[in-house]
């Protein structure tokens, strides 16, 4: 959150595949005054929907399941 680039935040959510290895990453990233970095806020929420959503697709799975 603000690190690497001044003024601009992110944040990412893992999808997994069926040996529950990293697939890809989704990344949301926009400026810090519209950016809702609360992990438990509206980005956070959408991204680990999508992420968990699309692990389901690949028949993937977390680590540890």
Do not use: K, Y
Request: net charge negative.
């Amino acid at each position: 959150v603000d690190g690497a680039l001044p003024g601009v935040s992110a944040m990412a959510a893992p999808v997994w595949n069926a040996h529950a290895g990293l697939e890809l990453s989704l990344t949301a990233i926009g400026p810090n005054a519209l950016f809702d970095t609360a992990l438990d806020g509206v980005v956070a929420q959408t991204l680990r929907a999508a992420a968990a959503q699309l692990t389901a697709t690949l028949g993937g799975r977390p680590p540890g399941q």
